[in-house]
């Protein structure tokens, strides 16, 4: 693979573009995924059922897939959806929201990840326990530090043959040969719901974009994120007043800025 890329091209590509994302992600995160993907300036669609998932996969940009409140019949629409993207040889980026929960949760993601997902992203307790670990979380939040499952990470990159990222204080992006850590964000943005839910969608923006690339692109959506947050941090008073700021900031920053505040190490 060539060097990732600068974050700032992909941004200015993702902006002129406005790829259309369709989004099978959860009850809690649809309203606010879809508010951070237009303020970032993608289009988001969700459009789960399986009578037309599997259609709309085939003309979408990108695909991402969320099992936070899945239940038979979602499955059914991502694993048509899954089907079309496929088809269409368009990227989908799997978020295995706490997967390890219960037996219904770690069988619907096995049959997923069967499906090859391009992009795998996840908190630190989901990704250490995806590759075969025992995490301490027993919900949605994470319980583990980042840096304790970079080398899960790595393995189940290797492994799925996909981009693996971990999210947390600290984010890690590998695709098994290649990783990256990049800082910056806010202590706020674990208390605002749904924001990792939503990155997963931004990471299918930028996919859309660079399908040959999901390790550039995932670099981009999560320094987009991370730049954004800190920014919006300054001057929040707390969870509620960081929400509408960080979509404002999502939707302010420019490649320039970008490129010159994104913290990303190169490992
Ligand atoms: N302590 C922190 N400091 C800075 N940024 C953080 C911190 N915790 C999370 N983030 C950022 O928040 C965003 C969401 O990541 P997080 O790991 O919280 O996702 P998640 O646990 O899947 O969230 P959710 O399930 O609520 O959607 C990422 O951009 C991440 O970098
Ligand atoms: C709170 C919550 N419960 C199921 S999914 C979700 C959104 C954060 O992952
Ligand atoms: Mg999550």
Not at 13 to 19: K, L, S, Y
Not at 61 to 76: C, E, M, R
Not at 169 to 191: I, N, Q, W, Y
């Amino acid at each position: 693979m060539n060097e990732i890329q600068f974050p700032g091209n992909l941004l200015r590509e993702m902006r002129e573009a406005a790829p259309l994302v369709q989004c099978i992600t959860n009850y809690v995160a649809m309203n606010i995924a879809a508010n951070v993907l237009l303020a970032a300036g993608a289009s988001p669609a969700m459009v789960h059922a399986e009578e037309e998932a599997g259609e709309f996969a085939g003309f979408a940009g990108a695909l991402t897939v969320n099992i936070g409140t899945a239940s038979p019949q979602w499955i059914a629409g991502m694993k048509a959806a899954i089907g079309g993207a496929t088809a269409a040889r368009r990227p989908w980026v799997l978020d295995p929201v706490a997967h390890f929960a219960t037996a219904y949760r770690r069988r619907a993601t096995a049959e997923l990840l069967a499906l090859a997902p391009t992009v795998i992203r996840g908190n630190a307790s989901e990704i250490i326990s995806l590759a075969g670990g025992t995490s301490s979380a027993k919900g949605v939040d994470s319980r583990d530090p980042v840096e304790l499952a970079e080398e899960a990470a790595n393995e189940l990159a290797e492994r799925q043959v996909c981009v693996v990222a971990v999210t947390g204080a600290t984010d890690f992006v590998t695709d098994g040969r290649h990783a990256v850590r990049l800082s910056g964000g806010s202590v706020l943005m674990p208390k605002v719901t749904a924001l990792g839910c939503s990155l997963t969608c931004l990471v299918g923006a930028y996919a859309a974009i660079r399908p040959e690339d999901p390790l550039s692109a995932t670099v981009a959506a999560l320094a987009h994120f991370a730049v954004s947050g800190e920014r919006a941090a300054s001057g929040s008073d707390g969870p509620g007043s960081f929400g509408w700021r960080f979509l404002d900031a999502l939707a302010a920053l420019t490649p320039e800025a970008l490129d010159g505040e994104a913290r990303i190490e190169r490992l």
